[in-house]
């Protein structure tokens, strides 16, 4: 088992050796809270934008459904006819000078698999950069928007937002609620407090400090012919190689298992590169990946290999406050 994997397993599963860890952790919590603190006060270098900012983040390391609802949140607000933009690290790309505008002819490998999935799903002017101060910055100066979208960047404090939403997996939840290295929050729990809504991925209804949604599986789409089938185009019981390099591999082998299949997994690594060689695998069975895998793989894949496209669906509640917000930071 990998180190990463061995962490995870601690964190949400406990382990005695992690109390080593608490000195680390006292030193990490101590420099977070301490940039936050300077953050409140206004005594950091930071940059308020024109427009309204929306930062979709989460206080855990690890996967919690952040493109997805950065999808329908894309959507949602073009259907009120709002023009929107999204800033993004980037996280994996090399782009050949920062800040950067995604394009959808772009390779993952440039553009990164998060914000390539964003911009291929959408068309939404996406910019990536680090700093994401500066993407703000370089995306108004090359589009009139009435609002932007930070996906991550809770944490990144020279950024100014007027609205913050943090994810949850409902699953895996906060682990043993302790910061890094002893545990997977970026920030000390009490974060949690200061944040305009909490989203629980995977929770069946909504929490009295939080809204439900869920990631519904939409269309397996082909990566070599961009076919679309049905989610039900295998039948029940059907043999797949199931493949996730994303923060929570097992909600994706999950989902196959509810839709009646039986994945074989490979879990990869959070933002892994993909090769052909390495997805070469026995017996000959459908490959099936996430969405933000296949972005990496399209230019080598077999004829058998497809993504589950999934849509995150908000409850009415949610829906019913994101509107009310979106009234008060645009009249």
């Not at 913050?164 to 302790?178: K, M, P, Q, Y």
């Amino acid at each position: 088992m990998a180190l990463t994997d061995r962490l995870l397993n601690a964190w949400y599963n406990g382990h005695p050796a992690l109390t080593l860890l608490r000195p680390l952790e006292a030193l990490y919590r101590h420099v977070v809270n301490r940039k936050r603190a300077r953050f409140v006060a206004g005594q950091s270098d930071t940059y308020k934008a024109p427009v309204p900012v929306i930062v979709v983040g989460n206080i855990t390391v690890g996967g919690t459904g952040k493109t997805p609802l950065i999808l329908w949140m894309i959507d949602h607000c073009r259907q009120r006819g709002l023009r929107v933009g999204v800033v993004s690290r980037g996280y994996g790309a090399k782009p050949p000078t920062l800040p950067w505008r995604v394009r959808a002819q772009q390779g993952a490998d440039q553009a990164g698999d998060e914000p390539l999935l964003i911009v291929k799903r959408t068309g939404v002017a996406l910019m990536i950069d680090p700093d994401r101060s500066r993407a703000v910055r370089a995306l108004l100066a090359e589009e009139p928007l009435d609002l932007i979208l930070c996906d991550d960047g809770l944490q990144h404090y020279r950024l100014a937002r007027d609205l913050e939403l943090v994810l949850i997996d409902a699953a895996r939840g906060l682990g043993n609620r302790r910061c890094l290295p002893a545990g997977p929050l970026r920030e000390p729990i009490e974060r949690l407090h200061s944040v305009d809504a909490l989203l629980y991925n995977g929770a069946s209804e909504d929490r009295e400090d939080g809204y439900a949604f869920k990631l519904q599986p939409s269309a397996l789409v082909n990566l070599r012919t961009g076919e679309r089938q049905p989610v039900d185009h295998f039948p029940p019981g059907q043999a797949v190689h199931a493949v996730a390099g994303i923060g929570n591999p097992q909600r994706f082998f999950n989902t196959l298992e509810g839709l009646h299949w039986r994945p074989v997994p490979h879990a990869f690594a959070d933002h892994a590169q993909f090769s052909a060689e390495a997805l070469a695998f026995t017996p000959a069975l459908p490959l099936i990946m996430t969405e933000k895998d296949a972005v990496k793989c399209m230019s080598f894949a077999a004829l058998d290999w497809w993504y589950l496209a999934v849509e995150a669906v908000p409850g009415p509640a949610f829906i019913c406050w994101f509107d009310s917000q979106l009234t008060r930071l645009l009249p």
